[in-house]
């Protein structure tokens, strides 16, 4: 069984079950409106528009704080939902880190994380990611997630195209594999 609010530490975060006390401290991290910009729903660093994804993240059991391991600060947010224990998949998302976290390691490592943990219990994980999203598609793709359509419903069952990625637990290992 796949325990979706363990404690993930990595080398240099670490991943908090999100709960209602970590409000202020992530709507400051998700308040930059750059972050934001290519994503489906670009006014997320509203509060009032946050409020339902932190909300969501909260009574989906599976959400987390993305926090910097030596300083506490907080970098983000990111999600597992969907699990189907029969099908041994899950999806990954709703993630986002603050801006001066892009481009480097800190995406990589929140996934390896995520994905490592993840597959001692799946067979299967899920990327949703907004169509034009682009920086988020490149990611999912360097993982080794395989495109597998587009649907115009996205997870949160709001109406956009929305592409889906599988990464299987075989394409992942090669991936680890191939980069040592």
Known sequence: MLDLQAHLIGN???????????????????????????HPEPLRYLPEVFQ????????SGGAFLICDKLTDEVLGTTRYYDF?????????????????RW???????????MLAHTFAAVETVWFHVGENNLRSRRA??????????TEQESASGQIRPTVFYALTK??????????D
């Open 12 to 38: 240099t975060i670490k991943l908090i079950p999100l709960q209602a006390d970590h409000w202020s401290s992530l709507m400051q991290a998700a308040s930059d409106p750059l972050i934001w910009q290519l």
């Open 52 to 59: 339902s994804v932190f909300a969501g993240g909260l009574k």
């Open 84 to 100: 189907d224990a029969k099908n041994k998949a899950v999806a990954i998302g709703y993630t986002f880190l603050v801006r001066s």
């Open 103 to 113: 481009g480097g390691a800190t995406n990589t490592e929140l996934k390896q994380l």
């Open 140 to 149: 999912v793709e360097k993982l080794g997630a395989i495109y597998q359509r």
């Open 170 to 179: 075989a394409n992942w290992q090669q991936s680890v594999l191939n980069k």
